[in-house]
């Protein structure tokens, strides 16, 4: 038994309403951005009040930042279970990318978060870009890039420049999912129809296998591989992408 049980108590009960916090200000910095976001409405939606919302967190700002901190290593540590997965180079490149798909359907709070970020730096405002660049994107670029360049060292992957296989493998998602507005105006289908999202998504896979495997054979069977054990996340989890 604990010598100290009611301490550790306090501490659970602690982390316990610091996470409630952090997620419901994820919620409504997103929806809102940090200069509207109202802490009124993060406390009550935490089930805190407005005072011990300062006390975890100082100010807004601070609150902001901490959120932004979560989200992102969610993504971090999510990417790096793909990247240090047993498989080939091929294998995990194809799977980052359907990851990266799939992060995009059912994490909307931190694509809202990233976007807003990228405006306030356009707008030469003071964010937590450069930070998060550090702490999260750069390690991840990182290792990308090397799960690549082990691919064409083994001639497991096509012999091309490492960033325009990053750019075709995640630079498609970006663009089909900013690009809805248009899309919506120019083909005979809602781009967000669950339907029409799982075939993007299948079509995505079955383009990587035959498009960067010099064996696309191979290749081929990697993609019906990932497809196979990675089914698609559940409709509810995206509903509010229109």
Do not use: C
């Not at 993609?223 to 509810?236: G, N, R």
Request: no cysteine.
């Amino acid at each position: 038994m604990s010598p100290h049980p009611n301490t550790e108590t306090q501490a659970d009960r602690s982390a316990e309403t610091r996470s409630r916090i952090l997620d419901a200000a994820l919620t409504e910095f997103a929806a809102n951005g940090l200069a509207g976001a109202r802490t009124e409405q993060i406390a009550a939606a935490a089930g805190v009040n407005k005072a011990l919302l300062y006390y975890y967190f100082e100010s807004k700002e601070k609150l902001y930042a901490a959120t932004l901190e979560m989200v992102s290593a969610r993504v971090r540590d999510r990417s790096m279970a793909v990247f240090l997965r047993e498989a080939s180079p091929g294998e995990r490149v194809v799977r980052a990318a359907l990851d990266h798909f799939d992060r995009i359907l059912t994490q909307r709070e931190f694509q809202s978060l990233m976007q807003q970020e990228m405006m306030r730096v356009h707008k030469g405002e003071t964010a937590e870009l450069p930070i998060l660049v550090k702490r999260v994107f750069s390690p991840l670029m990182t290792m990308f890039q090397s799960m690549v360049r082990e691919g064409i060292a083994s001639r497991e992957l096509i012999d091309a420049e490492w960033m325009q296989i990053v750019l075709a493998a995640l630079g498609a998602n970006v663009f089909y999912f900013l690009s809805a507005p248009v899309w919506r105006q120019t083909v005979p289908f809602e781009p967000f129809d669950t339907e029409v999202l799982r075939a993007r998504r299948v079509a995505l896979v079955e383009f990587l296998g035959q498009a960067l495997f010099q064996d696309r054979k191979r290749g081929a069977e990697l993609a019906a591989k990932v497809l196979a054990d990675t089914p698609m996340p559940e409709t509810s989890e995206f509903k509010g992408l229109r």
